[in-house]
């Protein structure tokens, strides 16, 4: 039973990148997907989560107009398209599941 997340990365103001998360072991399609991160002296927040079928999302303030996260029930995958980004969105990201915690991905958002 995992979630294992990729994709993350350095890039520059402005720019885009897109995490996936991969999970086994449980029956994904069942289950609300969400992404947060967790910058250097910060606490960890919510950035985004997704209902079973994808049908309804919900973001962080922050990141709002500029996130978007998905999933693919077929793949038991969960997406997260992040553009325009800030230096203020360097963080670790992490894939959650109810219960289940990914390692995380580095993104770093800087010039």
């Known amino acids: 039973v995992q979630v294992v997340e990729s994709g993350g990365g350095l890039v520059q103001p402005g720019g885009s990148l897109r995490l996936s998360c991969a999970a086994s072991?449980?029956?994904?399609?069942?289950?609300?997907m969400s992404w947060y991160r967790q910058a250097p002296g910060r606490e960890r927040e919510l950035v985004a989560a997704?209902?079973?079928?994808?049908?309804?999302?919900n973001y962080a303030d922050s990141v709002k107009g500029r996130f978007t996260i998905s999933r693919d029930n077929a793949k038991n995958t969960v997406y997260l398209q992040m553009n325009s980004l800030k230096p203020e969105d360097t963080a670790v990201y992490y894939c959650?599941?109810?219960?289940?915690w990914g390692q995380g991905t580095q993104v770093t958002v800087s010039s």
């Open positions: 959650r599941a109810p219960g289940l």
């Open positions: 072991g449980f029956t994904f399609w069942r289950h609300i």
């Open positions: 997704i209902g079973s079928t994808g049908d309804s999302t």
